[in-house]
């Protein structure tokens, strides 16, 4: 919407003028946010939303399908949280944000907020460069049972920390120059409170960490984040740490 332009196969190209809200088709839609308050609905499809550098309320929500919130442009660094359906910062101001199940930070130290007792789906996190912080919540009395849904962080770099449940993880770097996952953290539980436990994978050339929750404490982990140094790296969509 910046360029005021729209393009496909199927209507051309077009320009536009004094639109603030638009709805999508069902493709895989690439869309991106103007000056000024928008409302932007993607429906069926996986799309992308840009968001812009307006300072302004806009709305923008996913829909259906595998959705991409994308918020590159940002250098003072972002506070998505999920809880609250709410992405803000000093340069993109305060937006409204439903149906996106990847997200991409900017170059500042950027907060993501997730409560995994309430989300109904597997999340990506892209954080970006800067100090990235993933926040993912969970009260003793709150889950979804049996769901075990597997999220993702793709770019887990030192400085970055992983907060699951009051436990606390970063990537230390070590003296042979090498970077390791490790538990920084954990607080003091009751008996009764929920289960977290850390583990490496590997597989292959492919290495990667597990933090994975047992709320009910019954050997079912109901959710667990993946994490991975340099994300996503070849055609296959296979994580490859360099």
């Known amino acids: 919407m910046a360029k005021q332009t729209a393009s496909g196969s199927e209507i051309g190209d077009d320009r536009f003028a004094g639109i603030e ?14 000056d000024g308050t928008q409302d932007i609905a993607a429906s069926d499809g996986n799309d992308t939303v840009a968001v812009a550098l307006d300072r302004a309320a806009d709305t923008f929500s996913g829909g259906a399908g595998e959705d991409l919130l994308d918020l590159s442009l940002t ?10 359906s709410i992405a803000s910062g000093d340069e993109i101001g305060s937006n409204n944000i439903s149906g996106f199940e990847n997200f991409i930070g900017g170059s500042g130290d950027d ?31 709150s889950g979804h049972g049996s769901s075990q849904l597997v999220h993702q962080i793709l770019d887990f770099l030192v400085g970055d920390e992983l907060v699951v449940a009051d436990y606390h993880f970063q990537r230390v770097m070590e003296t042979d120059g090498h970077s390791r996952f490790e538990k920084v953290y954990a607080p003091e ?54």
Do not use: W
């Open 21 to 34: 809200m638009v709805v999508t088709g069902s493709g895989d839609d690439h869309l991106t946010d103007g």
């Open 75 to 84: 250098t003072d660094g972002v506070i998505v949280d999920l809880e609250n």
């Open 189 to 242: 539980l009751d008996d009764d409170e929920f289960i977290v436990r850390m583990r490496d994978v590997h597989t292959g050339e492919m290495q990667y960490a597990v933090v994975e929750v047992d709320r009910d404490k019954d050997n079912v982990f109901e959710f667990s984040v993946e994490v991975f140094e340099t994300g996503f790296a070849n055609n296959q969509g296979l994580p490859v740490l360099a």
């Open 111 to 141: 907060t993501f907020h997730v409560d995994a007792g309430i989300v109904d789906a597997a999340l990506t996190f892209t954080g970006g460069s800067g100090d990235d912080r993933f926040e993912f919540e969970l009260d003793a009395g």
